[in-house]
């Protein structure tokens, strides 16, 4: 499912390093490995802070079809519904700096997170 004007953003660098690992991936693709065609971002129970974020490479087969697919460029993002709620607002980017490259959501709704950015909670 397409949606116009998606709740959940994607910067140019998050969707330019999605689209270049994606690609290699594709390239590395055998018949007993399918080659994945996306990024999915879910925000699970658990972390240190009540909720932590999951990044996921997915094959077309692993794309339900209640996800909302969020299109930047060559760089596809599906969330589900109920990530989506919590993603509201948010943007995901991708940070290459000397400490290391990492995914992060920017997520206006967390009242706090922890110091690695992979776990919130909320207000």
């Known amino acids: 499912?397409?949606?116009?004007?998606?709740?959940?953003?994607?910067?140019?660098?998050?969707?330019?390093?999605?689209?270049s690992v994606i690609a290699r991936k594709?390239?590395?693709?055998?018949?007993?490995?399918?080659a994945p065609v996306a990024l999915r971002v879910a925000v699970e129970a658990g972390g240190c802070n009540g909720f932590q974020y999951r990044f996921i490479l997915v094959s077309p087969t692993e794309i339900a079809e209640d996800d909302t697919r969020?299109?930047?460029?060559?760089?596809?993002?599906?969330?589900d519904p109920a990530s989506l709620d919590l993603l509201a607002d948010a943007e995901l980017?991708?940070?290459?700096?000397?400490?290391?490259?990492?995914?992060?959501v920017r997520n206006p709704n967390a009242a706090s997170s922890c110091g690695c950015g992979t776990?919130?909670?909320l207000a």
Request: charged fraction near 15%; charge should be negative.
């Open 70 to 79: 969020i299109e930047r460029g060559d760089a596809v993002v599906v969330v």
């Open 26 to 34: 594709q390239a590395e693709a055998t018949a007993s490995t399918p």
């Open 1 to 19: 499912m397409t949606q116009p004007a998606p709740l959940f953003s994607v910067s140019d660098s998050a969707a330019a390093r999605i689209a």
């Open 93 to 104: 980017d991708f940070a290459d700096k000397l400490m290391g490259a990492h995914f992060s």
């Open 119 to 121: 776990s919130f909670s």
